[in-house]
């Protein structure tokens, strides 16, 4: 197997272990943010759903834009027990994206780099 493709099988392999696998051992309190904008708040459970009572910043808060795509809320589709899945999936995503991105500048500044190889006069 060349160096190339071995790094490749690590990549995926990391990828499995920390986003699959890792995300399940992950805490599911409030991370900095959510108790940060819950300071002054106190959560109530009613037969609505749960409220919050006193003065906090998460009051203000509506519900997020994207909050109906399939990755929302880490994990596929709304359903519970799938983080490490959408984990795994959010990273091979990211990888392509980005990528694709690297590929395409690398590609742009070869041509570029040709295009003024060829434009310069030749010193024979």
């Known amino acids: 197997m060349t160096r190339r493709w071995s790094f490749w099988v690590a990549f995926a392999a ?3 272990l ?3 696998v890792g995300s399940y051992f992950a ?3 409030p991370d900095g943010l959510d108790s940060t904008t819950l300071r002054g ?3 109530v459970e009613t037969a609505a759903g749960e409220q919050l009572t006193g003065d906090c910043i998460a009051q203000e808060a509506g519900e997020h834009h994207l909050a109906d795509s399939p990755l929302a809320g880490y994990a596929l589709g709304g359903r ?3 983080g490490g899945l959408a984990g795994v999936i959010g990273v091979l995503v990211t990888v392509v994206v980005a990528g694709g991105g690297f590929w395409l500048i690398a590609r742009t ?3 570029a780099s040709e295009d003024t190889a060829a434009a310069e006069p030749s010193n024979r």
Do not use: Y
């Open 80 to 82: 519970e027990r799938t």
């Open 27 to 29: 805490s599911s309190s």
């Open 18 to 20: 920390i986003a699959g």
């Open 41 to 43: 708040c106190q959560v």
């Open 109 to 111: 500044r070869a041509r």
């Open 14 to 16: 990391a990828i499995v």
